[in-house]
Nanobody, 118 residues
């Protein structure tokens, strides 16, 4: 019913920047919170940050002001702007989309690799 497609990602040098996008599509979309997660090999999936429908954000402590989440509700799209990237930011980044009122509305993007290396 719902498709979540991510774009962006790739290889970037330490200190560089990268922007990811996540677009949801489908019929009768009623999207509430959206979030970014990341997972490195052998480690648990961590919350990067979450953004509410009205644009309020909350971030994981490791972000330290380097990342910014935004969204365009008209396009059902969320973005993750990453600055001052560090090697420890290397992970697969996943987009998560939740319904505004339906707790069963929960979809994931396909994931995109972000590699920070010189």
């Amino acid at each position: 019913q719902v498709q979540v497609v991510q774009s962006g990602g790739g290889l970037v040098q330490p200190g560089g920047s990268l922007t990811l996008s996540c677009a949801a599509s489908g019929t009768n979309l009623d999207i509430g919170n959206m979030a970014w997660f990341r997972q490195a090999p052998g480690k648990q999936r961590d919350l990067v940050g979450i953004i509410t429908r009205d644009g309020r954000t909350n971030y994981g402590d490791f972000v330290k002001g380097r990342f910014t989440i935004s969204r365009d509700n008209a396009k059902n799209t969320m973005y993750l702007q990453m600055n001052s990237l560090k090697p420890e930011d290397t992970a697969v980044y996943y987009c998560n989309v939740n319904g505004r009122t339906d707790s069963n509305f929960n979809y994931w993007g396909q994931g995109t690799q972000v590699t920070v290396s010189s």
